[in-house]
């Protein structure tokens, strides 16, 4: 079993020692040559969780996306939403034409305002039966410390969805199934709005009880936004929606929470960009979210106020003010 990863960060290199404990063949691709040759010299990752071994025989690195791809069953995509069309710049639909493609992304496509799966259906041809994604709570700093964590993989096609939940199962990782692909992938668009909400209300002052407030109106919040753009039934207290909002909006190691938290404190979006050294999908997913719903009259407090924050410079304290009014 061959299988491609695409993206050098974190949450790349948790999957890749995760596939690690897997009788596979990794195929790693990143953008950087130098991080290439660093990790064929030193078996590590020099920018992101360095403390996991790569395995020379199991995984080789690559920076020609055509190469990587080349005999491999399965693709998993692991770069921030936003950079996806640039990873995938060199290679067509015929590229990834006949693979099983694994969204590993929580977050949308800015320039469109589309999930990634459907991004992929509109630009590589690729079915919706022949797509996946990984969801469920899981921070990549948690898997390279191998604590116990579970992953869900959503499909509308149930039979992949099972069989990749079965490579990525391991020691240290469960894996379950769900056919709720739509739901999942915005559940975890909207967790990470929610995540970053919550560090700007605790970078103003806001303490446990209005976070605890704040999580339980976001899961509300997520229900009508999912009920309006994918309705069907489903259980939202589930880990891959509920679960997952809670790790983000809680963790120490939350991108988002940590990226609001420094917004709350004053600093300019790009400082916090800049600060952070990984990505923040909530800050792109406000914006697509926001612009997505404004056809429909959904009441969305938390994506509004962030919303106001990073893109229309509106007064912190004011926002903050309006939020608690709205919050039950
Ligand atoms: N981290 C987690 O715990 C976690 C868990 C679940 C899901 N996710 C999701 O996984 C996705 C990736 O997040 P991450 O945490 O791995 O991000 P990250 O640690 O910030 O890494 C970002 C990666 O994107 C690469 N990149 C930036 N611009 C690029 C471009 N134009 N073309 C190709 N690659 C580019 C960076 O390469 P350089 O290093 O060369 O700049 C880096 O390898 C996100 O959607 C995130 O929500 C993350
Ligand atoms: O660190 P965050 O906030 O980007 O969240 C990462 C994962 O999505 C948690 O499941």
Not at 141 to 162: C, D, F, G, R
Not at 226 to 237: F, K, N, Q
Request: net charge neutral; glycine share 6%.
């Amino acid at each position: 079993m061959k299988i491609t990863v695409i993206g050098g960060g974190s949450w790349a290199t948790a999957i890749v020692k995760i596939l690690s404990e897997s009788n596979v063949q990794i195929k790693w691709w990143m953008r950087c040559a130098a991080d290439v040759e660093h990790i064929k010299k030193h078996h590590h990752n020099p920018h992101y969780l360095s403390s996991v071994e790569v395995h020379p025989s199991k995984v080789k690195p690559y920076t020609n996306l055509k190469e990587s791809l080349r005999g491999s069953d399965w693709v998993i995509l692991a770069v921030p939403a936003a950079f996806v069309a640039d990873a995938l710049k060199s290679v067509s639909a015929v590229n990834l034409a006949d693979k099983k493609i694994i969204s590993a992304i929580k977050g949308m496509i800015p320039s469109t305002n589309q999930l990634v799966t459907d991004w992929l259906a509109d630009n590589y041809e690729v079915s919706h039966h022949n797509m996946g994604i990984i969801a469920g709570p899981c921070h990549a700093e948690e898997v390279a410390l191998e604590k116990q964590s579970y992953l869900t993989i959503a499909s509308p096609n149930i039979e992949l969805a099972t069989e990749f939940a079965e490579i990525m199962r391991c020691r240290f990782v469960k894996t379950s199934v769900l056919g709720d692909i739509y739901g999942v992938e915005y559940a975890a668009v909207m967790k990470n709005i929610v995540a970053l909400a919550c560090g700007i209300t605790h970078g103003l002052g806001g303490g446990d009880n209005f976070q605890a407030v704040m999580v339980a109106n976001a899961m509300q919040e997520i229900k009508r936004v999912v009920d309006t753009i994918a309705p069907m039934e489903r259980d939202l207290s589930a880990s891959a929606y509920l679960g997952d909002l809670l790790v983000t909006a809680y963790s120490q190691f939350s991108r988002n929470r940590t990226f609001g938290n420094m917004i709350g404190r004053g600093y300019s979006v790009k400082a916090a960009q800049l600060e952070m050294n990984m990505i923040a999908e909530g800050y792109y997913a406000v914006k697509c979210i926001f612009e997505m719903m404004e056809k429909y009259t959904v009441d969305m407090p938390i994506t509004d106020f962030a919303y106001q924050i990073l893109y229309k410079n509106a007064s912190l304290k004011k926002q903050f003010s309006i939020l608690q009014d709205k919050l039950k």
